[in-house]
């Protein structure tokens, strides 16, 4: 399976580190290095450290094989090389570790590394050695092979080793996408993890909340965000517990506010 995430919502989500990425897709693109072209630069889409694609969005992660004074060379876990250029409009941070005590990445809730950690510390490119497990998103270019960082994140171990089972579990224990359509109790959902289409099945033991309030299918509207957890059985992924974060046409849920999607015909 290849990943690439959109945004930062999917594993960056699900690790806790959607508040430092926010602030880099806030800041803007690093510059690129002289003779890579915009074209070079866009539409790309990262390896990652799982089995594919990096689930930063368009990014990068892996581990530091090469330190240089204006990009890092690392390598993912299908065994491919990325430069990751950074300039001084680059947010370079640390993930914090996991305050002793709290739930991993995969048990907090929606998926989101909610566990009231303490977000990321700015640090210095300097400070990233080879060895270190990073996560850069930017303008990636697939063929270059390179990124134009617009943050690079030093990433805790213990956090990067759950990334990584999270990566492998996406599609067997949870889902996390933008809502497409509803076919009866079967929604189809555009992933922003691996950019695929995936489906699953509500039954009369799946529960819905959206923020903390519990909520039906029919409080689920187009283009709401969920993170879906549950298990394959008989080839459709059937959901056990559906956590809307965000989106969708109409009001907040709980109240039935907006409806919900129109069903396909």
Known sequence: ??????????????????????????????????????????????????????????????????????????????????????????????QAPRPAGAANESQTSGGRGSYGGNPPQPIKATDIKVGDAIVAGGEVDDTAKSVGAAMIMQLDPERAKEMQQMQANFGKTWLMGKVTAVNETKVTLQSQVDNAAHTFVADENTTFRKRRDPITLADVQMGDTVRVDGAVKGGDFVATAVSVMGGGQGGPGGGGMGGRPQPQQ
């Open 1 to 94: 399976m290849r990943f690439g995430v959109k945004s930062v919502l999917g594993l960056a989500l699900a690790a806790g580190l959607a508040a430092g990425v926010a602030v880099a897709q806030d800041s803007g693109g690093a510059q690129q290095p002289s003779g890579q072209s915009g074209g070079q630069r866009g539409g790309g889409r990262g390896q990652g450290m799982g089995s594919g694609r990096g689930m930063m969005g368009r990014g990068v992660t892996g581990t530091v094989t090469e330190v240089a004074a204006d990009h890092f060379t690392v390598k993912n876990e299908a065994g491919q090389l990325y430069t990751i250029h950074f300039s001084a409009n680059t947010r370079v941070m640390k």
